[in-house]
């Protein structure tokens, strides 16, 4: 439902030309879909480790999901891999996120 939500809403933004939206492109869309898949599977495996961990868990594998989205963008989608500034920032958060689980 979330993701209707969001395409349809994104096509009514781009219709009244608040946003621009480029027309679907196949190949694209087949080269992104690695991408989404990994970023389903976390969602789908956080959803899990609810039912079996507590909250402090979920937080910290919610904060790694942004590490393998970066690596399958480079890899599938031939992305520019992330920038040292960005890694050290995702480092940051996990981090942080496990240090709040250690307290």
């Known amino acids: 439902f979330q993701f209707l939500f969001a ?3 994104t ?7 608040a946003v621009a ?7 694209k869309l087949i080269a992104f879909f690695p991408a989404a898949a990994m970023f389903f599977v ?12 507590n909250v402090e868990t979920f937080i910290v594998m ?6 393998p989205c ?3 963008e480079a890899v599938a989608l031939k992305e520019p891999w992330p920038r040292p500034i960005s890694w050290i920032g995702l480092t ?8 709040f689980a250690l307290q």
């Open 21 to 27: 939206l480029d027309p679907p492109d196949r190949d």
């Open 70 to 72: 970066a690596l399958l």
């Open 92 to 99: 940051a958060i996990v981090v942080g996120a496990a240090g």
């Open 7 to 9: 395409a349809f809403f």
């Open 11 to 17: 096509l009514v933004l781009g219709l009244l030309g």
């Open 42 to 53: 976390t969602i789908t495996a956080g959803n899990m480790v609810t039912k079996l961990a």
């Open 62 to 67: 919610r904060s790694v999901v942004p590490i």
